[in-house]
Nanobody, 123 residues
Framework: QVQLVESGGGLVQAGGSLRLSCAAS????????MGWFRQAQGKEREFVARISWSGGSRYYADSVKGRFTISRDNTKNTVYLQMNSLKPEDTAVYYC????????????????WGQGTQVTVSS
């Protein structure tokens, strides 16, 4: 069982930055691939970024590539999402998720989810 708690969301102007954190409980955090997803109002949940259990592999959605960076610290049971050059279209609830499988960009492949943190980017 893994419990995930996101933090770091808020209101920021376009062009600004935010750093999201996701703290995980449990001793097996380093066994999970971790992902960040987002869901804007009225839209489906979409993939943002994911990182392998070791941190050696990272993947990004085209819409955030070059602006967002995913990282993890297995000693702190935490995964991060550094978001730079934010745009109004980045406004959404951001969720972190844990995948005990092979690593995926599909929400259905993830086993555990956090409650989400709101990110609002004003123009």
């Amino acid at each position: 069982q893994v419990q995930l708690v996101e933090s770091g969301g808020g209101l920021v102007q376009a062009g600004g930055s935010l750093r999201l954190s996701c703290a995980a409980s449990g001793r097996t955090f380093s066994s999970y691939h971790m992902g960040w997803f987002r869901q804007a109002q009225g839209k489906e949940r979409e993939f943002v970024a994911r990182i392998s259990w070791s941190g050696g592999s990272r993947y990004y959605a085209d819409s955030v590539k070059g602006r967002f960076t995913i990282s993890r610290d297995n000693t702190k049971n935490t995964v991060y999402l550094q978001m730079n050059s934010l745009k109004p279209e980045d406004t959404a609830v951001y969720y972190c998720a844990a995948d005990y499988g092979l690593g995926s960009s599909l929400p259905d492949e993830y086993d555990y989810w956090g409650q989400g943190t709101q990110v609002t980017v004003s123009s």
